[in-house]
């Protein structure tokens, strides 16, 4: 299998990740695309509600796996261990639980009074919802960003997961890792990070939030220039089905866009700055853009400032030309996936090993390149558990992806 060390700003960075689904494991993912060494500690067995088969679960990928029985108590001390030669910590389950196990915060910091203790959660570690369940969809609901997404007249149309559990929750997460990170570096004391959905999300919402307390937001769905109602900021069916995105908001690209499609010289075409207008000429768009297919309205636009671009499928994604030349997406150990960003000029991130072929794959070779001492009479107590998986599967990548150090 092809290696290579770790490479970005994050070299020398170490972080412990306790296993778990969603915002918590994006967040790991990152800090080890840009460099960080990050060990993730699972569950014997490994998690049911995992996204997709090891292989294919990308959340996974950059760091390798070891198995800890945390009921056991020679498995909370293999974590205090790797706790003490740790920069951060990452948790995400429901408030309580690492303190149940002998692993919160005043545990950790004890054997680590410089450690980052990163906590991600849907709710926060307090308030009436605090230990209550959720899911992406709970969490955007209660802060209003969910209301916005969709058509007048329609339920709201859930996003993915990419608003909440990723944008809202894990970028939050890494942002406060490694601003605290930065913080202890100069004071010698560590803190805890308490990230969670509803406030990242509700961050995100701070210039509509500031739009609607100004008059210029309407607090309906449907009825705004960025939320899908607006004839010039949405997307339009081609004559072969396939979709465009337009959205020529300035005066300079709007006139570059009905140059495109010869509506410039129209003298009945509806005003864009009339509200009232907006269904008419929404109707003279959807009818123009129909006329052509999708391949050839891009030859019309392209290189074009009119703020015209393909739906791509998430299949179709990595082909684009334009990600093609910038390398957005990677081939890395037989799977498509999206490359590490943001990038560096000196310092650049990159894909090290696939993910772990099951939990506790690198549980022997990971433990003692992380200094854990006797980690065969661990195994043999069932303190650890190392996965009987291919000898020649991700934990050789991790070893040899730490031969420059640490």
């Known amino acids: 299998m092809p290696t290579h060390p770790l490479s970005g700003p994050l070299v020398g960075v170490r972080v412990v990740e306790l296993a778990g689904i969603g915002p918590a494991p994006f967040a790991a993912m990152l800090l080890a695309d840009l460099g960080a060494d ?4 699972d569950r014997p067995g490994g998690n049911a509600m995992a996204p997709a088969p090891p292989p294919y679960d990308l959340l996974t990928r950059g760091r390798p796996s070891v198995a800890v029985d945390l009921k056991h108590p020679d498995g909370v001390q293999v974590v205090l261990d790797l706790v003490a030669g740790a920069d951060v910590l990452i948790e995400g389950f429901r408030p309580g639980v690492t303190e149940r196990l002998g692993l919160g915060p005043d545990e950790c910091l004890g054997v680590n009074p410089a450690l980052v203790y990163g906590r991600m ?3 926060g570690q307090d308030g009436p919802l605090a230990r209550t369940a959720g899911h992406d ?5 209660v802060t209003g960003a969910l209301s916005t997404i969709g058509e007048a007249g329609r339920p709201p149309q859930p996003p993915l997961n990419l608003l909440g559990d990723f944008g809202g929750g894990a970028l939050y997460l890494a942002v406060g890792v490694l601003a605290a990170l930065l913080e202890a570096r100069g004071s010698g004391r560590g803190q805890v990070v308490d990230a969670c959905v509803v ?11 500031g739009q609607l307390a100004a008059g210029w937001w309407q607090d309906r769905r449907g009825s ?3 939320d899908g109602s607006a004839p010039f900021y949405t997307t339009y069916v081609c004559a072969d089905g396939r979709e465009l995105a337009i959205a020529p908001m300035e005066p300079q690209f709007w006139a570059a866009f009905v140059a495109g499609l010869a509506l410039a010289d129209d003298p009945d075409l509806p005003d864009r700055a009339d509200h009232a207008q907006w269904g008419a000429l929404r109707r003279v768009l959807g009818d123009r853009i129909a006329t052509r297919t999708q391949a ?3 030859e019309v636009f392209d290189c074009s400032d009119a703020c015209v671009a393909p739906v791509r499928s998430l ?3 990595a082909a684009d030309p334009h990600l093609v030349a910038r390398g957005t997406f990677v081939e ?3 799977v498509v996936q999206p490359a590490p960003a943001p990038r560096f000029s000196r310092t650049p991130g990159a894909l090290t090993a696939p993910p772990p072929l099951g939990a506790g794959a690198d549980t022997r070779e990971a433990l003692t390149v992380w200094g854990i001492e006797d980690v065969d009479a661990l195994i043999a107590s069932g303190a650890v558990v190392q996965d009987a998986g291919p000898s020649d599967g991700p934990a050789g990548a991790y070893a040899a992806a730490q031969h420059t150090g640490g």
């Open 315 to 317: 299949a179709e994604a």
């Open 332 to 334: 890395h150990a037989g």
């Open 296 to 298: 050839q309205w891009l």
């Open 121 to 123: 959660t849907g709710w």
């Open 199 to 209: 406030d990242g999300t509700a961050h995100l919402t701070a210039m509509v939030v």
């Open 38 to 41: 990050v060990l993730r500690v």
């Open 137 to 141: 969809l709970t969490f955007l609901a």
């Open 224 to 226: 705004n220039l960025l």
